[in-house]
């Protein structure tokens, strides 16, 4: 069968996201997207091969030639219209981070539990060869029993207009970029943190335009999750150290704009890299139709995603911050 795609909103991240992947699998249409107002859907359907334009977002979750939905909206509206389209029978391939809070998160999940219809965030790095790779030597005790591990995502953003610095729609530096840093460390360890503490620099009252965290994992294990937007050169990296050694992941939430997984065990050193054409948003495309299709496994299933928000919640507490609001369920029981 083939997927049938429908977008909600224009955003910047879909054509890196979803349009260039789906052009190259053959499950995939296209189908539809809405935006704000007629105009702006009708030149993103031109300017990139989606099929229809349409009018609103309901319209597009009335279609009945849209089986799954695609949802890149600011954070703040990421649980309510998954909920919308999920209630409304499509598929949902919902942005990072989940929903603006804990809370939210589990309304949310508990709004579509029972549905026959796949809820995915979209965590694209966790499909990726680079990550599967590091977390398998880790399951498999390469470098013997962990005692540290750290994550940090940093990204230029200095435009202080930009969503991301917006308290109404959710924005933060842990909203937008700590929630991978979270993620990969709950992922590689395979456990749930506490968060020790936290240190925020920041925009305004309420924003972290930078924030670091200190978990404490079961079995000993001390953490770091860091991010900022604020930083004159970016970075994605993972370190865990261990009794045996060491494992060292760059690039890792988009490896494909470069990428190396550095091992050391009991002193030698090997280095590895994946190949560039092998891209996370088509990792993830490719889990996301056969969980459709076939009811293949859903790596970032709703669990998942309440425990990340759960620590982005506990980081803001402990930084002395508020925890995103909601604000979007307006017309949602």
Known sequence: ????????????????????????????????????NRARAEEFAAEHGVARALDS????????????????????????????????????????PYASNEEEARRAADAVAGLPVVVMEAFHYRHHPLFLRAKQLLDDGAIGDVTTASAVFDVHVPDRGNIRYNWDLAGGATMDLGCYSIHALRTLLGA???????????????????????????????AIASSSLLEDVSCQTIRVEGTRGSLVVEGFVKPQEGNSLTLTVDGDTTTEEIASDVTSYGE???????????????????????????VIDACYRAAGLPVRRTVAWEGVA
């Open 1 to 36: 069968m083939t997927v049938r795609i429908g977008i909600l909103g224009a955003a910047g991240i879909t054509p890196s996201a979803l349009i260039e992947p789906a052009k190259a699998n053959p499950d995939v249409e296209l189908a539809a997207v809405a935006a704000r």
């Open 284 to 310: 993830q495309l490719t889990a996301f139709v056969a969980a459709v299709e076939a009811g293949g496994p859903n790596l970032v299933g709703a669990a998942d995603s309440i425990a990340t928000m759960a």
């Open 192 to 222: 749930e943190p506490t968060v020790v503490s936290a240190e925020a620099r920041l925009f305004g009252s309420h924003i972290d335009e930078a924030l670091t965290a200190r978990l404490d994992f079961p079995g000993g294990v001390s």
């Open 57 to 96: 977002y309901d319209d597009l979750l009335a279609s009945p030639d849209v089986d799954a939905v695609y949802i890149p909206l600011p954070n703040s509206a990421h649980a309510v219209w998954m909920v919308k389209a999920a209630r409304a029978g499509k598929h949902v391939l919902v942005e990072k």
